[in-house]
T-cell receptor, first 113, second 113 residues
């Protein structure tokens, strides 16, 4: 059974803190994605990666960075968290050539106070 | 402008009633089309997909969707809703020739006993 896991279900951080959100997949997928989900806005793509050490900006990359040192792990980094980054963050992965058939993790609800 | 639209933010139905969730897209060429479901506290799960061919596609959990080219629509249907179907439903498109998945804003389904 395919599995995408995220390091935390709930996270509370203070403004200005550096925040790491971790995502791990056990399906040997090449592609991994980070989205944020906000009411009324659906899912918006932050960053994605096609391979180890590769990254591409999505639609809303400002204020975020990513790291992919190993194939199974894709990290989202908030360099200096702000209150407008309070959101649900979803990670997904897909095999090469099938980026539309995404497998999602359960999400991390981040609150920045 | 290219877009995917879910006109209903919130729908309420009685258990056992039929269901139709609307999705319209605006793209030059018919994209690949998908419906995802997000149960409370969970990540997204793929319900069904349309690439080409038969315009009525069957998915998991008893759902089906019909592609109508003339209306640029891909509506999700279920003949008899169960209480466990209460969730948020997302329509998504993958434009031909891209590696992206573009999500609609979602429809929240509430089921009354």
């Amino acid at each position: 059974d395919v599995k995408v896991t995220q390091s935390s279900r709930y996270l509370v951080k203070r403004t200005g803190e550096k925040v790491f959100l971790e995502c791990v997949q056990d399906m040997d997928h090449e592609n991994m994605f980070w989205y944020r989900q906000d009411p009324g806005l659906g899912l918006r793509l932050i960053y994605f990666s096609y391979d180890v050490k590769m990254k591409e900006k999505g639609d809303i990359p400002e204020g975020y960075s990513v790291s992919r040192e190993k194939k199974e792990r894709f990290s989202l980094i908030l360099e200096s968290a702000s209150t407008n980054q309070t959101s649900m963050y979803l990670c997904a992965s897909t095999p090469r050539g099938r980026t539309y058939e995404q497998y999602f993790g359960p999400g991390t609800r981040l609150t920045v106070t | 402008a290219q877009s995917v639209t879910q006109p209903d933010i919130h729908i309420t139905v009685s258990e056992g009633a039929s269901l139709e969730l609307r999705c319209n897209y605006s793209y030059g060429a018919t994209p690949y089309l998908f419906w995802y479901v997000q149960s409370p506290g969970q990540g997204l799960q793929l319900l069904l997909k349309y690439f080409s061919g038969d315009t009525l596609v069957q998915g998991i959990k008893g759902f089906e969707a019909e592609f109508k080219r003339s209306q640029s629509s891909f509506n999700l249907r279920k003949p008899s809703v169960h209480w466990s179907d209460a969730a948020e439903y997302f329509c998504a498109v993958s434009p031909i020739g891209t590696d992206k998945l573009i999500f609609g804003t979602g429809t929240r389904l509430q089921v009354f006993p």
